[in-house]
């Protein structure tokens, strides 16, 4: 534990004053790093480099982790002390404070109460965070680019990054990038095939705790939230807002090439491949690309001849969670989709698009041999059978 001095120490290039001298040596350290690293992300980078070599394996003779520790000890950064030991997994910490807020996970104690809700945390930052966010909706931190504004800075920053498209965790596996380092821990499972969260009802496992809370919906069939629109009633784990989108027209992300617009932002990336024929996704099993990863997926299971998503009706399997959506609203009788000149509903969005276009005449797909226009698809593949009997004779 750090001994608080009676008297002040001072930093003798700027006269700010400590009273641990563990303190004192963490700020004289941030004088000095900028002129053996000239960066400060270079400063964390080493440090996050010595961390991953004492977290992955033994690294006692690793030249690069004591080259990266010899610097750091020039300019009075610790990186091997953590005195302050937890009795129940044996992890280090170089702060007190910090032990005892891991502490907390293990004896379930929460000492900070909401006012408003009386909801308990363990930690006084979790608990400003929710009574921003529940309560007193205060959002202090605005976006530079937009002027959104946030609860917290962690929000903040989150969200710059849908602006800056800058992806600083990275997978050692794939090298694919992400904004959040929660969900590049996701998708390392993807590879490792660990599945850490159990269902209490049926012992089955997930990836994300996000897939086990859906999961167990089906098992409690909890609904929380009832939609404006269709009076569908969503689970607390889906997003009211994006289900609401169906409904509106509000399509704020544009197509540079066709000026397609789409409602969410991973809709527009996926769609732009289409233009650049971009196809990042490879088959293991045949080596077909796909442009999209739920592609793939999908495709995948045509070779597994899995079926993960069951009806709980009829007990009827699909490879794709939309395909067994679509599926029960043939039990439900529900059709979200309006048709905005005649008011038909319909139980699906490919559905509603057919219907449409004898409202407006179009005809999308083009006969290759006479440019004859069809309005669905398979009207032209059987429209193209002319053409080759044709050929033959």
Avoid at 11 to 24: M, Q, V
Avoid at 76 to 82: D, F, L, Y
Avoid at 101 to 117: D, F
Avoid at 261 to 289: A, M, N, S, V, W
Wanted: charged share 30%; with cysteine; glycine share 4%.
């Amino acid at each position: 534990m750090a001994v608080r001095l009676l008297r002040p120490l001072w930093c003798h290039l700027c006269k700010r004053s400590f009273h641990t001298f563990d303190r004192l040596q963490v700020h004289k350290s941030r004088h000095v790093w900028k002129k053996k690293f000239g960066s400060r992300q270079e400063f964390f980078g080493s440090l996050h480099m010595i961390r991953r070599c004492n977290h992955n394996h033994e690294y006692n003779n690793c030249l690069w982790k004591k080259f990266l520790q010899d610097k750091l000890s020039d300019v009075g950064c610790q990186t091997e002390k953590k005195p302050f030991q937890c009795e129940y997994c044996q992890k280090g910490f170089t702060q007190n404070g910090s032990l005892k807020v891991h502490m907390r996970s293990h004896t379930k104690e929460k000492p900070y109460q909401c006012e408003y809700c009386q909801k308990r945390f363990s930690r006084s930052g979790e608990l400003k965070i929710h009574t921003r966010r529940r309560h007193t909706k205060e959002k202090p931190f605005q976006c530079e680019y937009c002027q959104k504004s946030f609860a917290s800075r962690s929000d903040l920053k989150r969200h710059i990054r849908t602006h800056t498209d800058e992806r600083p965790y990275q997978c050692e596996y794939c090298q694919k990038g992400f904004r959040q380092s929660g969900v590049l821990k996701i998708h390392i499972r993807t590879h490792t095939k660990e599945k850490p969260y159990l269902c209490e009802y049926c012992q089955k496992r997930f990836a994300s705790n996000c897939e086990l809370k859906r999961h167990i919906q089906t098992h409690v069939n909890k609904k929380l939230y009832q939609c404006e629109c269709c009076q569908k009633m969503l689970c607390r784990c889906e997003n009211p807002k994006l289900h609401i989108g169906i409904h509106i027209n509000e399509k704020p992300y544009q197509c540079e090439y066709c000026q397609k617009g789409f409602k969410r932002r991973d809709g527009l990336k996926t769609h732009i491949r289409t233009h650049t024929k971009e196809k990042p996704y490879l088959c293991e099993y045949c080596q077909k690309r796909f442009a999209s990863s739920s592609g793939l997926k999908s495709h995948i299971r045509t070779h597994t001849k899995e079926k993960p998503y069951q009806c709980e009706y009829c007990q009827k399997g699909f490879n794709r969670s939309n395909d067994l959506k679509i599926h029960i609203r043939t039990h439900t009788k529900e059709k979200p989709y309006l048709c905005e000149y005649c008011q038909k509903r319909f139980a699906s969005n490919g559905e509603l698009k057919k219907h449409i276009r004898t409202h407006t005449k179009e005809k999308p797909y083009q006969c290759e041999y006479c440019h004859k226009g069809f309005v669905q698809n398979w009207h032209l593949k059987k429209h193209i059978r002319t053409h080759m009997k044709e050929e033959t004779l």
